[in-house]
């Protein structure tokens, strides 16, 4: 089969862990039978630099026509200037704003060979296995108004976070269906004893729990979560949240899996059902980290795991994504590690050399 993909590599490390990604697309499709025909763009500070725009037009209507995009990061401390007009994150809200990306999905899991990796007693983090779905083109990244101004007493500035019952409602359903794959927990995160945006999201989501009794469901305030989340992490099976608080809690999150260069991310289009394939938006969650940026320290784990659930939600491709995540654990069991994630005993290797094995183990797959 063929395929076509936008590739969005970023800023800092983001074009060396594209290299490793695409390192692995061509090895996929070699073992599997299938070609994939890579569109590049510009996205993020680069964009900004050579288009004068965190994201053209031109590239946006690329990834429209593309069945995928894959990224890795933008931003760095060259464009960190508050004053700016345009940032590189404007790139990324253009983003998932154009392609209709409502609903980001976030794995958390802890492989038992990396439990020592994490900061977190073994004993706690050990069999957290957990999603993570954040509502991605509402709330107080979206929200109007939002603006700085000055008045006699200084300054003042406003960002609003709203809500619609549509909005609410279809990124409630994508954490049902998850939740339906799975163990059939649903937790819905909200701050209902203070805002208004959080009463109405529990209102819809009690609503919607009526279409899935099979699921149970379980309100949660923000705060509360966020303790048991290092507390006791196995509690959660899918947590579903609108978009500030989601991506607060998703670093945090990253913790029980040892590195935030091990954990992959969807955003998508659509309610992720069996056989439907959706237009998506793959990244690894973690930054562009300009600090090490071609010095083949970077983690490809994230970004790799990303083709995974590319190929399980855009392309249709289960038995592949499959294939990826059973080799990523294969590599981790033998030992090899980037520098993120490396302990005593273990195989040392850098970004190229961890892509190098990868590929290699695909091509042998059976």
């Known amino acids: 089969?063929?395929?076509?993909?936008?590739?969005?590599?970023?800023?800092?490390?983001?074009?060396?862990?594209?290299?490793?990604?695409?390192?692995?697309?061509?090895?996929?499709?070699?073992?599997?039978?299938?070609?994939?025909?890579l569109k590049y763009g510009l996205i993020g500070g680069i964009a900004i630099d050579k288009e004068g725009t965190a994201l053209s037009e031109d590239t946006l209507e690329m990834c429209r026509q593309s069945d995928a995009v894959v990224m890795i990061a933008v931003g760095g401390p060259k464009?960190?200037?508050?004053?700016?007009?345009?940032?590189?994150?404007?790139?990324?809200?253009?983003?998932?704003?154009?392609?209709?990306?409502?609903?980001?999905?976030?794995?958390?899991?802890?492989?038992?060979?990396?439990?020592?990796?994490?900061?977190?007693?073994?004993?706690?983090?050990?069999?957290?296995d957990l999603i993570v779905v954040r509502e991605l083109t509402g709330g107080l990244y979206f929200g109007r108004p939002?603006?700085?101004?000055?008045?006699?007493?200084?300054?003042?500035?406003?960002?609003?976070?709203?809500?619609?019952?549509?909005?609410?409602?279809?990124?409630?359903?994508?954490?049902?269906?998850?939740?339906?794959?799975?163990?059939?927990?649903?937790?819905s995160v909200d701050k209902a004893n203070v805002l208004q945006s959080s009463r109405l999201w529990r209102q819809v989501t009690s609503e919607v729990a009526k279409d899935y009794p099979d699921i149970a469901l379980d309100n949660m305030l923000v705060d509360t979560c966020a303790m048991r989340l290092i507390q006791k992490p196995t509690y959660f099976d899918v947590i579903v949240t609108e978009n500030t608080f989601g991506d607060i809690l998703t670093d945090e999150a990253s913790l029980l899996a040892g590195s935030m260069g091990?954990?992959?991310?969807?955003?998508?289009?659509?309610?992720?059902?069996?056989?439907k394939k959706i237009l998506g938006f793959y990244e690894p969650i973690h930054g562009s980290a300009p600090d090490i940026a071609g010095q083949n320290k970077a983690n490809p784990i994230?970004?790799?795991?990303?083709?995974?659930?590319?190929?399980?939600?855009?392309?249709?491709?289960?038995?592949?994504?499959?294939?990826?995540?059973?080799?990523?654990?294969?590599?981790?069991?033998?030992?090899?590690?980037?520098?993120?994630?490396?302990?005593?005993?273990?195989?040392?290797?850098?970004?190229?050399?961890?892509?190098?094995?990868?590929?290699?183990?695909?091509?042998?797959?059976?």
Request: proline letters at 5%.
């Open 79 to 128: 464009w960190d200037n508050p004053k700016a007009k345009v940032r590189p994150e404007d790139g990324l809200l253009a983003l998932r704003k154009g392609l209709a990306l409502f609903a980001n999905i976030r794995p958390v899991f802890t492989n038992d060979i990396m439990v020592d990796a994490t900061p977190l007693k073994a004993d706690i983090v050990k069999g957290t």
């Open 146 to 187: 939002k603006r700085q101004w000055t008045t006699t007493r200084g300054r003042r500035a406003v960002d609003t976070m709203s809500y619609s019952e549509q909005e609410i409602e279809r990124i409630v359903r994508v954490g049902f269906e998850l939740a339906r794959k799975r163990r059939k927990k649903l937790t």
């Open 302 to 366: 994230a970004s790799i795991l990303s083709l995974a659930m590319m190929c399980r939600y855009s392309l249709g491709l289960s038995p592949e994504a499959q294939a990826l995540e059973e080799i990523i654990a294969a590599v981790l069991k033998e030992g090899y590690r980037t520098p993120d994630i490396m302990s005593e005993g273990k195989k040392m290797v850098g970004t190229k050399e961890m892509g190098d094995v990868v590929a290699k183990k695909i091509a042998k797959y059976t």
């Open 1 to 37: 089969m063929k395929f076509k993909l936008a590739v969005l590599p970023g800023d800092g490390v983001g074009p060396e862990l594209m290299n490793e990604e695409v390192k692995v697309l061509e090895a996929l499709g070699k073992r599997f039978g299938h070609s994939f025909d």
């Open 262 to 275: 091990m954990l992959p991310s969807a955003s998508l289009a659509g309610v992720p059902q069996e056989g």
